[in-house]
């Protein structure tokens, strides 16, 4: 089955700074890959995602790579806000709907 | 918008209980999860359904077992509970091709 690695497991950034966040995933035939916000207390809540067609999507401060060759995608996040503090999940799916496989998740905190 | 609720917030159960777990969407979405979300393991899945009185194992379905009568509600049962069933069980629903819409979330804990 599908393996989602996540790193780093914690990242501390200071406002206004960029944040990265990398996955790894095993299975060749997966095409779809979302990225979750999780606030303290609530479900995780899609912030973009990216489908296997394309490279790169951008959404404000938000963007996600892919590479499919490498088995790779990361979620970046510039101009760090407070409120950009949560924890944030990356998945794999063979398509939009089906069942995600999710990396272990990273803790991001922003110091103002 | 789309709503996903799960029954209860917070749950204390004691070791052998039989546990439900109920989750109603409001969206008429096919599919519908069941995960398991410990601390840096991230989402495990369960069950899932992508229809009524369909439901299918996902990774970690041992001691789980889940019932589909209904579109919109999909329920987790725990027939005996343990304590290593202590976690926060997350539902979510999507229809075919979109995202997931995750619950709040309930915290279980098997004492």
């Known amino acids: 089955g599908e393996n989602v690695e996540q790193h780093p497991s914690t990242l501390s950034v200071q406002e206004g700074d960029s944040a990265v966040i990398k996955c790894t995933y095993s299975?060749?035939?997966?095409?779809?890959f979302p990225w979750y916000k999780q606030e303290l207390g609530k479900g995780p809540q899609l912030i973009i995602d990216?489908?296997?067609?394309?490279g790169e999507k951008k959404d404000q401060r938000i963007a996600v790579t892919l590479n499919k060759t490498a088995k790779h995608f990361s979620l970046h996040i510039t101009e760090t806000q407070p409120e950009d503090s949560a924890v944030y999940f990356c998945?794999?799916?063979?398509?939009?709907?089906?069942?995600?496989?999710f990396g272990g998740g990273t803790r991001v905190l922003v110091k103002p | 918008d789309v709503k996903v609720t799960q029954s209860s917030r917070y749950l204390v159960k004691r070791t052998g209980e039989k546990v439900f777990l109920e989750c109603v969407q409001d969206?008429?979405?096919?599919?519908m999860f069941w995960y398991r979300q410990d601390p840096g393991l991230g989402l495990r899945l369960i069950y899932f359904?992508?229809?009524?009185?369909?439901?299918e194992k996902g990774d970690i379905p041992e001691g789980y077992s889940v019932s589909r009568e209904k579109k919109e509600r999909f329920s987790l049962i725990l027939e005996s509970a343990s304590t290593n069933q202590t976690s926060m069980y997350l539902c979510?629903?999507?229809?075919?091709?979109?995202?997931?819409?995750f619950g709040p979330g309930t915290r279980l804990t098997v004492t």
């Open positions: 979510a629903s999507s229809s075919y091709r979109s995202e997931q819409y």
């Open positions: 299975d060749s035939a997966s095409n779809y």
């Open positions: 990216i489908r296997s067609n394309v």
């Open positions: 998945a794999a799916s063979k398509a939009a709907g089906n069942k995600l496989t």
């Open positions: 969206m008429d979405h096919e599919n």
């Open positions: 359904s992508y229809d009524v009185k369909m439901k």
